[in-house]
């Protein structure tokens, strides 16, 4: 019997493939309901897939794809309507299908149940002929498709879709239950068969850090010709003082040529005249051999010189396919997110095109993996604070539905990747409003701020201008968590944005993080390594352009305060070079001196950070390597890199450098986020639900804050009367008052309106969380969506 064990990496590949297709094929679906090659395509991928699984033995995943096969085939055959509604619950079948996979890839177990999601497709499958009252009617024009259409969330990508089914072989096929295992993505099918084999990225690593040591020592055999260059001069140094010598003995001695050598034999000479002689003598020969050696060398030399020659463009050519091994296309990371977009377009009432472009642009993988956290934010933000509903842009005198543009191109030796959209823009009023609010920056700072200055303090810790906590964004967690992952992938992300016009958002990263730009220093005698992607400038200073502000070093770049401190100071190190005591203005003395100092200057997260070094050396590109498992991360270390001449030089770490500076942006110093609790912060929870509340309590009191309980409005505000809390968490349907009543009865009385409340509610539609605003409510949580990190975010953020 076979060992199905051995082919479940391929069916999960196989299977993942085809939940690709069915997700954005489903998306396309939504602005084209009558599109019959694209349901064509997705009955066939459902059909593929139910075969797969049946084969593999997996009875849920095979059930679902039936049941969603049989869906797509009414649909074709025009014996359904499509609606929305029916995108949903197939939706949700591919996220089962998605769990189901993921558990098997772990446990070759399913461990779902399929039922609930089947009966949900069933309905529609016994409901023929439904009326189409939530979906608008396409006219035939638009149903043309192009062959090579774009993703739309409408979404459009640019690249053909691969056609991974072909009407001959499954009409050819004597099972046509059983379609081919095998997923095939090519655009056209070759003309011979390649053949592969699964490799572990692990090897793949190992592999360019072996070519990493070749790299170095090729770089050192280089560095051994200036050597033999320099033996060669020394060479001919010699010969030349020995000829010296040779010229010094014959006059010191005073000897005839004619009387030193006839025939190899000393001629009628005084005793010193004959050792004269036998010393010109040697002197010759040595003379001979410096010059034969001076020729040997040279020779050696010119030979290596060509032979490196040679070698580089093959060792170039090495590194360059081992790093091409790495690189994928952002194809795969932008594959979910039309349907990311949809999910959350949809959540929120808002009809939005979503466009991708340049997704066969290639990257680092491990840039991949990091990459998608942060454009996962951005994309909630953009739907959810960026575009507005149909009904806002049609009174703003746009059309109604709302654009997205997702977009990836290569810019020298960076990868671009841009989110775009035509919604309402960032309003530099309401930042300076929440800044002044959370005490993120004084007045006179704000004054002082350029426009770009003041957009930027979107990515300062806890800074949103959402009205109220959502599960989609507001939670505080969001802009600055954005920076800092692509700051910690050496890259840089920037925001552009025109009140009512769109709001565009650029990413730089590099193409790979495995070779990097980097500036060497030099401080307290050892040489380091800053990432040029951290870096504003370097600069010399003298001392009495040095003035302090709240007892910390600070000089003025570009009409701009930045503090200054020493990096080895911050790196908590003795300098092994003897250095002179640096003088400073101390107390409010004027002693200044005219020694002048190096200054790098690194930006982090928004702050600017000057740091003294002994000197500046230049700009290298290096090969990084990391600490490995034994050190593991080292405050104020990024890697290490070799040099050519063996010495090991650290890379410095911006982030963790700017921090350990304790001169942090007045944002991250006075941040609630940040802010530490002088007592411990009491919460109500009101709840009708004993398991819900039970729940809330535990999840709260694990996590220090003191907890009291309500069964419903009523008995919240009985309890209000007789103690003190500092923030409420309420459900909203309950009995005797909800909680909309409680939170209106809070936020008109004098002593409880400051009180934050948060809402925990299975209520999610659009005009729910709109009453919840109105009503005074400070954030608002689904149940459905319900994670405690959600609910600790936003009382931390509130508190």
């Known amino acids: 019997m076979i060992d199905k064990s051995k082919f479940i990496a391929t069916f999960t590949d196989e299977a993942n493939g085809y939940l690709t297709i069915l997700n954005q094929g489903l998306v396309r679906l939504e602005s084209s309901p009558k599109n019959i090659p694209l349901l064509e395509e997705l009955f066939r991928a459902a059909h593929t897939l139910k075969g797969a699984a049946r084969?593999?033995?997996?009875?849920?995943?095979?059930?679902?794809?039936?049941?969603?096969?049989?869906?797509?085939?009414?649909?074709?055959a025009e014996k359904l309507n499509f609606r929305t509604s029916i995108a949903d619950s197939v939706f949700l079948a591919l996220d089962t299908i998605k769990k189901a996979i993921e558990n098997v890839g772990l446990t070759q177990k399913e461990d779902i149940d399929p039922a609930q999601v089947i009966c949900a497709m069933q309905v529609f499958c016994l409901d023929k002929k439904t009326d189409t009252k939530d979906f608008h009617a396409v006219s035939p024009k638009e149903e043309k498709t192009d062959p090579n259409p774009e993703i739309k969330i409408e979404a459009e990508v640019e690249t053909e879709k691969p056609d991974v089914f072909k009407k001959e072989t499954i009409k050819k096929s004597k099972r046509y239950e059983e379609a081919t295992f095998k997923y095939k993505p090519p655009k056209k099918v070759p003309d011979f068969q390649e053949e592969y084999i699964r490799v572990p990225l692990k090897r793949i690593n190992n592999l360019l850090n072996l070519i990493g040591e070749i790299v170095i020592n090729k770089v050192k055999s280089s560095h051994k010709i200036l050597l033999f260059k320099k033996l060669t001069r020394q060479s001919f140094a010699i010969e030349k003082m020995l000829f010296d010598l040779d010229?010094?003995?014959k006059e010191t001695f005073s000897i005839p040529d004619e009387l030193i050598f006839s025939k190899g034999r000393v001629l009628r000479a005084s005793q010193e005249m004959e050792k004269a002689a036998h010393l010109l003598n040697y002197l010759h020969g040595i003379e001979s051999?410096?010059?034969?050696?001076?020729?040997?060398?040279?020779?050696?030399?010119?030979?290596?010189?060509?032979?490196i020659f040679h070698l580089n463009p093959l060792v170039e050519e090495m590194q360059q396919k081992m790093k091409e091994m790495r690189m994928l296309p952002c194809a795969t990371l932008f594959e979910g997110f039309p349907r990311l977009v949809r999910d959350i377009a949809h959540q929120q009432s808002k009809d939005v095109g979503f466009v991708i472009r340049g997704a066969q642009t290639e990257l680092d993988k491990k840039v991949l993996e990091e990459i998608k956290g942060p454009l996962i934010h951005i994309l909630r933000n953009a739907v959810d604070h960026g575009l507005e509903t149909s009904q806002e842009r049609l009174l703003a005198g746009k059309p109604s539905k709302g654009s997205m543009t997702l977009e990836a191109f290569q810019e020298g030796g960076s990868v671009i990747i841009q989110v775009e959209d035509d919604g309402r823009g960032?309003?530099?009023d309401v930042i300076k409003k929440k800044a002044l609010e959370k005490e993120l920056v004084s007045e006179s700072e704000l004054a002082d701020m350029t426009d770009k200055s003041i957009l930027n303090l979107i990515f300062v810790p806890g800074f949103s201008t959402s009205p109220i906590i959502t599960d989609v964004s507001g939670r505080g967690v969001g802009l600055d968590v954005v920076r800092t992952d692509i700051e910690r992938l050496k890259g840089k992300v920037d925001v552009i944005s025109e009140k009512n016009s769109g709001t565009k958002v650029r990413i730089e990263l590099p193409l790979t993080i495995a070779i990097m730009r980097v500036l060497m220093v030099v401080s307290g005698g050892v040489r380091w390594a800053f990432p040029l992607t951290s870096l504003e400038q370097s600069l010399t200073i003298k001392q009495d352009e040095v003035t302090t502000l709240s007892n910390h070093m600070v000089i003025r770049v570009q009409n701009v305060s930045v503090p200054l401190v020493?990096?080895?100071?911050?790196?908590g190190l003795e300098s092994l070079a003897p250095q002179e005591p640096v003088k400073g203005t101390g107390n409010g003395g004027n002693e200044i001196s005219d020694r002048t100092w190096t200054v790098v200057i690194v930006n982090s997260l928004g702050r600017k950070v000057g740091f003294i070094v002994d000197r500046v050396l230049g700009e290298e590109e290096i090969f990084v390597k990391n600490l490995g498992m034994y050190l593991g991360k080292i405050m104020g270390v990024h890697g290490a890199t070799v040099l050519p001449s063996g010495e090991v030089v650290v890379i410095l770490d911006a982030q963790d450098l700017v921090s350990e500076?304790?001169?942090?942006?007045p944002a991250a110093q006075k941040s609630p986020v940040l802010r530490q609790k002088k007592k411990k912060t009491r919460v109500l929870v009101v709840e009708d639900s004993l398991t819900?509340?039970?729940?809330?309590?535990?999840?709260?009191?694990?996590?220090g804050y003191e907890v009291d309980v309500a069964i419903d409005g009523l008995d919240a505000l009985e309890k209000m009367n007789h103690d003190v809390f500092d923030v409420l968490v309420s459900d909203i349907q309950m009995p005797r008052m909800d909680g909309f009543e409680l939170c209106k009865s809070i936020k008109t009385n004098e002593r409880f309106k400051n009180m934050p409340v948060i809402f925990v509610t299975a209520?999610?539609?659009e005009d729910e969380k709109r009453k919840g605003i109105e009503v005074g409510a400070q954030a608002y949580i689904m149940k459905s969506q319900f994670d405690q990190g959600n609910l600790l975010d936003a009382i931390e953020r509130l508190c």
């Open 55 to 76: 084969m593999m033995g997996y009875e849920s995943i095979h059930s679902i794809a039936h049941a969603i096969e049989e869906l797509f085939g009414l649909l074709k």
């Open 247 to 249: 010229t010094l003995v």
């Open 289 to 307: 051999m410096a010059q034969n050696l001076r020729k040997e060398i040279a020779s050696l030399s010119d030979n290596m010189q060509t032979e």
């Open 426 to 428: 960032i309003d530099l």
């Open 566 to 571: 020493s990096l080895v100071d911050v790196l």
């Open 661 to 665: 500076a304790k001169l942090a942006h």
């Open 692 to 703: 819900t509340r039970e729940l809330e309590k535990t999840i709260l009191q694990n996590h």
């Open 763 to 765: 209520l999610s539609r």
